[in-house]
């Protein structure tokens, strides 16, 4: 039996219904007036981006050693499935997790200036971000290839440059 082998990425963010801004406009030599209810209300998001490997199984996860991602739960979760290798990194190194990047990318682009009534707004904002990443493979290499790390083969075999 041919299992597909793959390195999962793990990380959790915050998001919440204060606005992000990005850009602002007025005429020239006015001051932008921005009108929000600054609430308050926030919530955390988990994320998992998952990134081919060309090689048997077993599969892996890689998340950072932050205390919140390594409660009992996750332990016992962790323990009851024998399939999964669960590394860490280094909870003062989120430069080397490429899902720090995913939610980089949705906070500038889909939650940029969203003024948000609701903390659903703000996760179905997330959802279409999700959605673009999604139906694109080139980011999830991107941010992997940002961190420095590396997977052989480096790329996939579809999105190798032809030379």
Request: net charge positive; glycine share 4%.
């Amino acid at each position: 039996m041919n299992k597909r082998a793959w390195i999962v990425f793990l990380d959790e963010s915050g998001v919440s219904l204060l606005l992000q801004i990005r850009r602002t406009h007025s005429p020239r030599g006015r001051t932008p007036l921005l009108r929000h209810r600054l609430n308050w209300k926030r919530t955390s998001m988990a994320r998992a981006l998952r990134i081919p490997l060309h090689r048997p199984p077993p599969r892996g996860a890689v998340r950072d050693d932050l205390s919140a991602h390594w409660s009992r739960a996750m332990r016992a979760w962790v323990a009851e499935h024998d399939w999964l290798t669960l590394e860490r990194l280094p909870a003062c190194a989120p430069e080397l997790n490429p899902v720090e990047l995913l939610w980089s990318s949705l906070k500038k682009r889909e939650l940029a200036n969203l003024i948000g009534d609701h903390l659903a707004d703000v996760a179905d904002a997330t959802g279409q971000g999700i959605h673009r990443i999604n139906t694109n493979p080139r980011p999830p290499w991107s941010f992997l290839a940002h961190t420095g790390l590396t997977i052989h083969p480096p790329h996939p075999p579809n999105l190798r440059k032809a030379q």
